[in-house]
């Protein structure tokens, strides 16, 4: 575990955080095996997932990977404007809710309770890989946090820095035999209230994961 470094001031929720198991920095699955087999999942089996398989994913997505504080998805003037949020409905081990990822920590931090796949779903025009997956990854951005660097350009910095997370996420799925699925059209509004994001945060993308169906490509 690296030593806590923090470059930008977030917004932390009040609560008791629950540590996660530690990543794991190597596995059987290399990075080309990783990109070969990398595919938009959109059907689950109704299968929980583990904590552990939990930690590597929000690991992927926005993990301390240096002790300076390096992420790891790379971000403009190492500003990370990205929050990344787990939407719990069927984990071993950790009750349905939402859940804010600490980086520095490692851990989680209950922000609410209940299963909010369905709500999500409907917010994103009814994509039934929401409902079915057995966590959802909701990533969102504190734009301020680039703009006062880089002006105008700070949003396309963000939308890339997104993406760029995502496809960690998608990598790391393979390397755990999961499915996953970038979505980005929802209602902007109803995905902040579900998900009781800060007011400053704005949703950007959703990626639900779980076990691929036997129908799943």
């Not at 690296?2 to 977030?10: A, I």
């Not at 629950?18 to 689950?44: F, G, M, N, W």
């Amino acid at each position: 575990m690296f030593t806590k470094f923090s470059r930008q001031k977030k917004t932390n929720p009040n609560g008791e955080m629950i540590l996660l198991p530690q990543p794991t920095h190597d596995s059987d699955t290399s990075v080309e095996k990783a990109l070969q087999s990398r595919r938009s999942c959109r059907q689950y089996q109704d299968a929980p997932l583990t904590l552990t398989e939990i930690s590597q994913l929000l690991w992927a997505a926005q993990g301390i990977t240096h002790p300076q504080g390096y992420r790891s998805a790379p971000s403009a003037g190492a500003l990370y404007p990205l929050e990344v949020y787990l939407i719990v409905g069927n984990i071993e081990e950790l009750p349905a809710g939402v859940y804010k990822y600490l980086p520095e920590e490692h851990a989680l931090v209950n922000t609410a309770e209940g299963d909010m796949r369905k709500n999500l779903s409907e917010a994103a025009l009814g994509q039934e890989a929401l409902r079915e997956g057995a966590v959802i990854i909701l990533i969102a951005a504190v734009y301020e946090r680039t703009l006062g660097k880089y002006g105008d350009r700070a949003p396309r910095y963000v939308h890339m820095e997104v993406g760029c997370a995502a496809q960690n996420v998608y990598l790391q799925a393979v390397s755990l035999e999961l499915g996953t699925v970038f979505i980005g059209a929802f209602y902007d509004e109803e995905v902040k209230r579900i998900a009781q994001l800060e007011k400053e945060e704005q949703p950007l993308c959703l990626l639900p994961v779980g076990v691929k169906s036997a129908f799943a490509p």
